[in-house]
C-alpha cells in the first residue's frame, strides 16, 4: 500500500500460492520473468500497463498473454532478424487510467520502446472512480493539469462522495482525455510509441459500445496506434472462457485466444511497433 497518488503497487520479489496457482514477483515488483534494468542491445523493448486480467489473475504466469505472445513474436524473430522483443507486465490489479499516468512516470526507467496501455469496459467510470476515491481520502494530485479539470467541475472538499461523483460525471471525457494525452505526451518526449490496446470483457455492461467507442476516439487523438480487440469472443460462450461462474476473469484459453488476435495485429503492421518483420 502507498499513500501517494499510485495508492498501491506489487511487491517485488513476492510469492503467493493460489487456487488457480502461483502468483510471483520478479525483483522489479512484476509478475514476469527477471529483465536487466536496460535492455540489452539490439532488443525491443515493450512494457504492458493493465489490471488484474492483464497481469494474469487465475491463470499461470506462462499462461498470461503477455507471455505468450513475447514468445511468439521471438519465435518469429529468430527465423527472421535476429532480433529480440521483451515484454514488461507492469500490470496491477485494481489499476484504473489515472494510476497509469503514474505507472508510465515509473517505468520509464526501463528505457522501453514501446508503451501498451490497455484499455477495460468502463474507462470514463473507472477515470472518475478513482479520483472520486482519492479527493476523498485527501490524496495530494501531483498533476496540475489534472488538478485544473477537477477544480473545473466544481468539486469542493467537503463534498460526500455521491455529490463529487455526480460533478466529476459531467467532465469523464475530459478527465479521461488527460489520462491518455498525458501518457501519449509522455512517450512522444521520450521517442516512445504508445499503443492503445481495447481488451473487451467477457461479459460486457449495459452502455459498453459507446463508452468504448469515446475511449477509442480520445485515445487516437492523443496520438495512440489503436489495437481494438472488440468482437475477439463472440460466438463463444462467456462462462467457458472464464475462471469460475462467479468469478469473470479470462481463463487460460481465453488469454491463448487474446495473445493470437494481439500477435495477429502486430504481424500486420510491425513497423508500427517498433518491430521488423514478422
Same mark, same amino acid.
Given at each position: 500500500?502507498? !499513500?501517494?497518488?499510485?495508492?498501491?503497487?506489487?511487491?517485488?520479489?513476492?510469492?503467493?500460492? %493460489?487456487?488457480?496457482g502461483?502468483?510471483?514477483t520478479?525483483?522489479?515488483?512484476m509478475r514476469?520473468?527477471?529483465?536487466?534494468?536496460?535492455?540489452?542491445?539490439? +532488443?525491443?523493448?515493450?512494457?504492458? *500497463?493493465?489490471?488484474? %486480467?492483464v *497481469?494474469?489473475?487465475?491463470?499461470?504466469q506462462?499462461? %498470461?498473454?503477455?507471455?505468450i505472445?513475447?514468445?511468439r513474436i521471438?519465435d518469429?524473430?529468430?527465423? +527472421?532478424?535476429?532480433?529480440?522483443?521483451?515484454?514488461?507486465?507492469?500490470?496491477?490489479p485494481?489499476?484504473?487510467?489515472?494510476?497509469?499516468?503514474?505507472?508510465?512516470?515509473?517505468?520509464?526507467?526501463f #528505457?522501453p !520502446?514501446v508503451?501498451?496501455y490497455t484499455?477495460a469496459?468502463?474507462?470514463?467510470?473507472? %477515470?472518475?472512480?478513482?479520483?472520486?476515491?482519492? *479527493?476523498?481520502?485527501?490524496v495530494?494530485?501531483?498533476y496540475? !493539469?489534472?488538478?485544473? *479539470?477537477i477544480g473545473?467541475a $466544481?468539486?469542493? &472538499?467537503?463534498m460526500?462522495? /455521491?455529490?463529487?461523483?455526480?460533478?466529476?460525471?459531467?467532465?469523464?471525457?475530459a478527465l479521461?482525455g488527460?489520462?491518455?494525452?498525458?501518457?501519449?505526451?509522455r512517450?512522444?518526449?521520450? #521517442?516512445i510509441r504508445?499503443v492503445w490496446?481495447y481488451? /473487451? /470483457? =467477457?461479459?460486457?455492461t449495459? $452502455?459498453?459500445p459507446?463508452?468504448?467507442g469515446? #475511449?477509442?476516439?480520445?485515445a487516437? @487523438? #492523443?496520438?495512440?496506434?489503436?489495437?481494438d480487440l +472488440?468482437?475477439?469472443f !463472440?460466438?463463444?460462450? &462467456?462462462? @467457458?472462457?472464464?475462471?469460475?461462474?462467479?468469478?469473470m476473469?479470462p481463463?487460460?484459453?481465453a488469454h491463448?485466444?487474446?495473445?493470437?488476435y494481439l500477435y495477429d495485429?502486430?504481424?500486420s503492421? &510491425?513497423?508500427?511497433?517498433? =518491430?521488423?518483420?514478422l
Amino acid at each position: 500500500m502507498r !499513500d501517494d497518488f499510485l495508492q498501491v503497487d506489487l511487491a517485488p520479489g513476492f510469492r503467493s500460492e %493460489t487456487e488457480h496457482g502461483a502468483i510471483e514477483t520478479n525483483r522489479w515488483g512484476m509478475r514476469d520473468q527477471d529483465y536487466p534494468l536496460l535492455p540489452p542491445d539490439g +532488443t525491443v523493448r515493450g512494457v504492458l *500497463l493493465g489490471y488484474s %486480467t492483464v *497481469l494474469g489473475w487465475g491463470v499461470n504466469q506462462d499462461e %498470461t498473454f503477455e507471455a505468450i505472445l513475447e514468445e511468439r513474436i521471438n519465435d518469429r524473430l529468430a527465423e +527472421t532478424s535476429g532480433g529480440r522483443f521483451e515484454l514488461l507486465n507492469l500490470s496491477v490489479p485494481g489499476y484504473r487510467p489515472p494510476q497509469q499516468a503514474m505507472a508510465l512516470d515509473e517505468s520509464l526507467k526501463f #528505457a522501453p !520502446d514501446v508503451v501498451f496501455y490497455t484499455a477495460a469496459g468502463r474507462e470514463q467510470w473507472n %477515470t472518475i472512480n478513482f479520483l472520486a476515491d482519492i *479527493l476523498e481520502k485527501g490524496v495530494d494530485i501531483p498533476y496540475p !493539469d489534472l488538478k485544473a *479539470l477537477i477544480g473545473e467541475a $466544481g468539486v469542493q &472538499p467537503e463534498m460526500d462522495r /455521491p455529490e463529487i461523483l455526480k460533478r466529476l460525471k459531467l467532465h469523464e471525457e475530459a478527465l479521461l482525455g488527460w489520462v491518455y494525452e498525458y501518457i501519449a505526451q509522455r512517450c512522444a518526449a521520450e #521517442a516512445i510509441r504508445p499503443v492503445w490496446i481495447y481488451l /473487451p /470483457p =467477457l461479459f460486457p455492461t449495459a $452502455g459498453e459500445p459507446e463508452e468504448r467507442g469515446m #475511449a477509442r476516439e480520445l485515445a487516437q @487523438a #492523443a496520438g495512440f496506434e489503436i489495437v481494438d480487440l +472488440t468482437g475477439i469472443f !463472440d460466438g463463444e460462450d &462467456p462462462v @467457458a472462457l472464464s475462471l469460475e461462474q462467479w468469478d469473470m476473469h479470462p481463463n487460460a484459453k481465453a488469454h491463448e485466444r487474446i495473445a493470437t488476435y494481439l500477435y495477429d495485429a502486430i504481424q500486420s503492421r &510491425p513497423q508500427a511497433f517498433k =518491430l521488423p518483420a514478422l
